[in-house]
């Protein structure tokens, strides 16, 4: 990915709320720095954000020099590159040193070392469990959705950023190695007790496949947790394996990105070629194109929330505009912005924002997010089933 300085990938990613988060313990798929709004952060261990290119509020010269300055003088180069991007106001600006470079780049891969949960922070700030990953250490535990998580290695998390959280689960600011301890702190209604994991190199599987029914012609759920590398591929796949004139209930809720590519390649499954979306590098525009073939005739519906983000706030956008999907749901979280890797001196890596996402028909999803055609709250998924079913698509 980093073939030269100012290298550029369409990719999606997020860390935090700059930190999108994948599977473990904080999903990471969110933004590349910061954190998501208080009342809404989630996340998990892994990460993937939604990457372009051009230098935003802050310059990569810039940068680079106060990391060579801040090594000169004996101090940390990460550091100094972190305090210039805070300061400059890049919402989604942010500064990796080289291992959690490598862990970000493995998580786009779909793997990632840590427990395997996946957590949200609520508005009293309690670090809830959203999920557990099958085969993974805090499984093995015994640890369920619903648990909150108090302590991580004794420190309190009640008030943490989840990119903190999450740091602390994968242990980056320690550079644990797969195989390393971590003690959990948690608490499931008045019981409260403490684990000691293993932290483990884990992969997920982004994309899931049930029918909705036991008739033939019953809808089928494509539920796609995260756009890392394959996944675009798999909903191509799992579109063409359903039968008949079944509909598709495509479910992006806490969906935080991922790769871009991959997001136009699942496009592709419902598109037969055109328009996904444009996007800007220094200025200048471009365009990402569906492939010809994909089936524009089944009914399909796409499920969002306020966790759906980037890359899968994209592939949202393309098909609410180009009318090949009716959407239901809550608004989305509003990550349309383009960033990019750029090496700095010491080996760390910065990745500025230099642009924005736009919709086919133009709109811009950054701080706004997607409208769904249909709102829903906690019962989305069943009112999801009857528009589709209204659309022909099966029960």
Not at 115 to 133: D, F, L, M
Not at 177 to 195: F, N
Request: aromatic fraction near 4%.
């Amino acid at each position: 990915m980093m073939g030269h300085t100012y290298h550029f990938k369409p990719r999606g990613v997020c860390r935090g709320a700059a930190l999108t988060l994948v599977f473990a313990s904080v999903l990471a798929t969110a933004a590349a720095t910061g954190s998501l709004p208080r009342e809404d952060d989630r996340g998990t261990e892994i990460e993937t954000r939604s990457v372009s290119s051009t230098v935003g509020p802050v310059d990569r010269e810039e940068i680079a020099d106060a990391v060579a300055d801040a090594e000169a003088d004996g101090k940390s180069g990460t550091d100094a590159a972190e305090e210039v991007v805070s300061r400059s106001g890049d919402r989604w600006g942010a500064v990796y040193d080289e291992r959690e470079y490598e862990e970000f780049e493995q998580a786009l891969d779909g793997s990632y070392t840590g427990v395997g949960i996946s957590a949200r922070r609520s508005a009293r700030g309690e670090v809830t469990v959203t999920g557990v990953q099958e085969g993974g250490p805090a499984a093995g535990a015994g640890i369920r959705k619903g648990d909150l998580l108090r302590t991580v290695d004794g420190r309190p998390v009640e008030k943490r950023p989840v990119a903190d959280v999450v740091a602390l689960l994968r242990g980056d600011r320690t550079k644990a190695p797969e195989g390393s301890s971590v003690v959990l702190g948690l608490s499931r209604g008045a019981h409260s007790w403490t684990t000691s994991l293993r932290r483990a190199r884990l992969s997920t599987d982004p994309v899931s496949v049930r029918r909705l029914g036991q008739d033939p012609s019953s809808a089928v759920l494509i539920r796609v947790a995260a756009f890392t590398k394959g996944a675009g591929t798999a909903v191509r796949d799992a579109v063409d394996e359903v039968p008949g004139d079944a509909g598709i209930l495509l479910d992006l809720r806490s969906n935080a990105g991922g790769l871009v590519t991959e997001a136009v390649t699942a496009s592709s499954a419902f598109l037969d070629g055109g328009l996904v979306a444009t996007y800007d590098v220094h200025g200048d525009q471009r365009a990402l194109y569906a492939d010809p073939g994909g089936d524009t005739d089944r009914p399909v519906v796409v499920l969002v929330d306020g966790g759906t983000m980037s890359a899968a706030e994209l592939l949202t956008g393309a098909l609410q505009d180009r009318g090949r999907a009716v959407t239901v749901g809550s608004r989305t979280f509003g990550k349309g912005s383009v960033q990019m890797p750029s090496k700095l001196p010491g080996g760390s890596v910065a990745e500025l924002t230099v642009g924005q996402y736009r919709t086919p028909a133009g709109r811009s999803v950054e701080g706004s997010g997607i409208t769904p055609d249909v709102g829903a709250g906690p019962e989305a998924q069943q009112r999801a089933e009857t528009v589709l079913s209204g659309l022909g698509g099966g029960s």
